[in-house]
């Protein structure tokens, strides 16, 4: 078996522990209520579990299941390549997009591969993190040559979980007390990407993670997962870990930092984690749904007021990411730019 690369090794204190605490407790919502009519119970439940949770699955999403069986099929045979072949699509510097395998969450190597693409190709991005400058680049994205169908099979699976993005971005405004389309201009040239990951068995599930610990920086995630299991989610009421139970075809839905700042706080952005497993691999799909580069991120007019002043300074979206994707290549020093940096001091 050979000895662990020290880069995967967790801080003691962010080790797994390898029993999960209650799993299934993530509230479960079933969207079918939009097509019974029953829309303001589906919002109520909506809001609860973004305030209480931060995360819920949601059943009855309308995404067919055949076009998941079809991504999921796609996404195993173009990992099950060797890693010279998948190399050809590697992202780099350069190429914000496509194949990587020593992803960092917070400085320590994550247990895994993965392969991004972006839903907007070109996806349009601040060239650099500095305020001053406004020039913007292009992503492009890379296209593996195998398995053949795999760019028409990804497109059909972002185009409907697209729709699932946009329906749940409208049931959030809704909970917010805000109109159903308030949010969807700031996706007008969205930077939103899908990642497709492969989690490896891993020897040291005791040591390693899939993913550490982290939040995610967006509007909303909405995952796909496989029946492995592995995904953690802090437990606002007591900082617990407790394990998303996986359940089949449904979704994980969870709000990202972005509705954090537009609800000033009303729903918080919660930490998440990997666990890795020492049998099985997992596979997972998350579907980031990020605003347009020039979006400023504030909290909403609407939402606050001088008993409830805003919470953040607001902040650029493209030059958020550009200063995060800067420190995805190497080891930091220093912590990567988070939401608290924003965050107007208490008087
Ligand atoms: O694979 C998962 O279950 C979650 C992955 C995740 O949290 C992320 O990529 O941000
Ligand atoms: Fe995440």
């Known amino acids: 078996m050979g000895e662990i690369d020290p880069a995967f090794i967790q801080s003691i204190e962010q080790r797994p522990k390898l029993t999960v605490t209650d799993p299934g407790e993530i509230p479960v919502i079933d969207l079918s209520a939009l ?7 589906l919002v109520a439940d909506i809001g609860k579990a973004c305030e209480e949770w931060g995360f819920f699955q949601v059943i009855n999403h309308g995404v067919p299941l055949e076009v998941v069986r079809r991504i999921e099929a796609a996404m195993k045979e173009f990992f099950d390549q060797s890693i010279d072949e998948k190399r050809k699509v590697k992202r780099d510097e350069a190429k914000a997009m496509g194949y ?5 969450t917070k400085n320590v190597r994550d247990w895994k591969e993965v392969l991004d693409i972006a839903v907007e190709d070109p996806m349009v991005i601040s060239a650099s993190p500095d305020p001053q400058d406004q020039e913007l680049t292009e992503y492009h994205n890379q296209w593996p040559e195998y398995p053949p169908e795999f760019r028409k099979i990804w497109k059909e699976y972002a185009g409907e979980t697209e729709k699932l993005a946009v329906k749940l971005l409208e049931l959030i405004s809704l909970s917010l007390g805000l109109a159903g ?3 969807i201009e700031f996706f007008q040239g969205q930077t939103s990407l899908i990642r497709l990951n492969r989690y490896p068995p891993c020897p040291w599930p005791e040591l390693a993670l899939g993913v550490g610990r982290h939040k995610d920086p967006g509007a909303l995630t909405v995952l796909f997962q496989d029946g ?3 995904l953690e989610v802090k437990r606002k009421a007591d900082g617990e870990w407790v394990g998303v139970k996986p359940i089949p075809n449904a979704y994980i839905i969870n ?3 972005v509705i954090q700042v537009w609800s000033n706080d009303k729903y918080e952005s919660v930490e998440h984690r990997v666990v890795a497993n020492s049998e099985k691999e997992r596979f997972s799909i998350p579907f980031f749904f990020f605003p347009a580069h020039h979006v400023n991120v504030k909290p909403l007019e609407e939402l ?4 409830n002043p805003p919470k953040f300074e607001e902040y650029n ?3 958020f990411m550009a200063t995060r994707n800067r420190s995805d290549f190497k080891k930091q020093a220093v912590e990567n730019i988070q ?6 001091s208490e008087q």
Do not use: P
């Open 317 to 319: 979206w493209g030059k």
């Open 339 to 344: 939401i608290h940096h924003f965050r107007v």
């Open 255 to 257: 709000v990202g930092d």
């Open 100 to 104: 990587h395998d020593s992803e960092h």
């Open 35 to 41: 097509d019974s009519g029953a829309v303001d119970l």
């Open 304 to 307: 606050t007021n001088t008993e």
């Open 181 to 183: 389309d308030r949010l």
């Open 228 to 230: 492995v299991g592995g």
